[in-house]
């Protein structure tokens, strides 16, 4: 029987249960759409990777040049993570949403998990990182002089990072590859043969899926605030005498979170509007990841202003010092315009449902908050790596601000390209929407009359 059309007031207001009815419709419109390579998109990939090379090269100039300077070294810190913030924290949505087991995320799913690529071109600007950090004797570490700390702890925090997201991603696209292995064709059908592990879709299998995706999903989060923390400390507050804050980590963290969802919404309109998959990103994804765009904007300024009102009434000279730095003196300009594109905006615009319910505010707000991320991290990050002197128990002098040179804007436009390369290939390979579980969830719903419109009634069998 034809479903019936569904009511809407503008294009805009699409619900997200307008693509293929069936689940065999649904898999075979999301395999061509995957198989299909364009002139567009072998275009993009020359140009992005010429980019990305040029981004080696500025990368290859900055090792050569050495690790003495710590300052030289700022903004690839700030680089590292903003990447970190952003493309490794952005796998945390599909996690979270299948662990509270809701159905409106799974056209997103694949769409959040393909981002822990990225995490593998993050650990070029890692490994150089570390040769940066001074030695630990006469400046506050967290690490008390454990043997190896803290390169050793840091490393083995950020590979198992990367490797857990990797096995996300390996696990979840198990049964879409083995799809791809029976319809694909060439190099692809080999790739996918090697991915799908043997998987047949037997009961057993499939069990051990949603069972190994709950322990890595779970291990996922885990390591990820750990990292934030470990690279909050390590690259940030312990390079700033004085700067002592415990609620700075779980800030950074938080950012992550944040970040993490304006990722996903601003991914799903681009997905939209140059991707061809405006059936599969509708007006129940926007809305629901928008009413986490403002929880996440208020405890960001929870988290601020619970480290800002501290030192600002305490008033000790290290501690007026360290907001000199980080706030209100060579980095004022990137701190305000963090404040008003991490809070501001995305507040005062998710406050308004008639907002929140729409495609366009909340993609506006995401914007708002990636590009206040970045102005963030540069302000952490640079100013803490332009600090010269780091023993003692304050600021002696606030280092002046620091601009970047051209071998900076080589490595950012080349690891920015990068990072949307390595995704555009990894989406190639692995379908960028998950067959099985848009499938699965067409086996759950169905729509049925209310009042005087539809509506998706979804079952849960869990």
């Not at 969802?261 to 926007?286: H, K, P």
């Not at 988290?303 to 000279?317: M, N």
């Not at 970045?374 to 803490?384: E, P």
């Amino acid at each position: 029987m034809q479903r019936p059309h569904l009511r809407r007031t503008s294009r805009e207001h699409e619900l997200s249960f307008a693509f293929p009815d069936t689940p065999a419709e649904a898999g075979k419109d999301i395999l061509s759409r995957h198989l299909r390579l364009t002139s567009r998109f072998w275009k993009a990939f020359w140009v992005l990777l010429l980019l990305f090379g040029v981004g080696l090269l500025g990368l290859a100039l900055r090792i050569l040049g050495g690790f003495d300077d710590r300052a030289a070294w700022g903004y690839e810190a700030a680089l590292f993570a903003y990447l970190l913030t952003t493309a490794q924290s952005a796998p945390l949505v599909s996690i979270a949403m299948r662990i509270v087991r809701n159905h409106w995320r799974r056209p997103l799913a694949r769409l959040s998990e393909v981002f822990a690529v990225v995490g593998i071109l993050n650990l070029l600007l890692f490994f150089p990182l570390l040769m940066t950090l001074p030695p630990q004797e006469g400046r506050k570490s967290m690490w008390f002089g454990w043997p190896g700390s803290p390169h050793i702890y840091d490393s083995l925090a950020i590979i198992f990072l990367v490797l857990c997201g990797l096995a996300i991603l390996l696990f979840t696209s198990m049964p879409d590859m083995a799809v791809l292995r029976e319809q694909a064709s060439g190099r692809l059908k080999g790739i996918a043969r090697r991915l799908s592990l043997g998987w047949v879709g037997s009961g057993r299998e499939w069990k051990k899926l949603n069972l190994g995706l709950g322990y890595l999903g779970a291990l996922y989060f885990i390591l990820l605030i750990g990292v934030h923390a470990l690279v909050s400390m390590d690259f940030a507050m312990s390079l700033v005498p004085g700067w002592i804050d415990s609620i700075f980590p779980a800030f950074h963290a938080l950012s992550g979170l944040q970040s993490a969802v304006a990722t996903i919404i601003f991914s799903m309109f681009l997905m939209r509007a140059i991707g061809g998959y405006r059936e599969y990103f509708g007006l129940d994804q926007f809305w629901a990841l928008s009413k986490l765009l403002l929880a996440f904007s208020l405890l960001w300024f929870y988290f601020w202003w619970s480290t800002f009102w501290v030192y600002w009434y305490g008033r000790a000279p290290s501690e007026v010092s360290v907001l000199k730095l980080i706030m209100f003196g060579p980095y004022a300009v990137p701190f305000f315009l963090s404040f008003g594109l991490n809070f501001v905006v995305p507040f005062g615009l998710m406050l308004w449902n008639v907002a929140r319910r729409s495609i366009k505010w909340p993609t506006i707000a995401a914007a708002s908050i990636l590009v206040g991320t970045f102005f963030d991290r540069i302000r952490l990050y640079v100013s803490a790596f332009s600090v010269e002197d780091v023993t003692g128990h304050a600021l002696e002098s606030i280092p002046a601000t620091h601009f970047p040179d051209l071998i900076d804007v080589l490595i950012y436009v080349g690891f920015f390209s990068g990072s949307i390369l390595m995704y555009m290939v990894a989406s190639k390979v692995v379908p960028i929407i998950s067959m099985w579980e848009v499938k699965e969830w067409l086996r759950l719903r169905v729509v049925r009359t209310f009042l005087r419109t539809e509506v998706a009634v979804v079952a849960k069998p869990e």
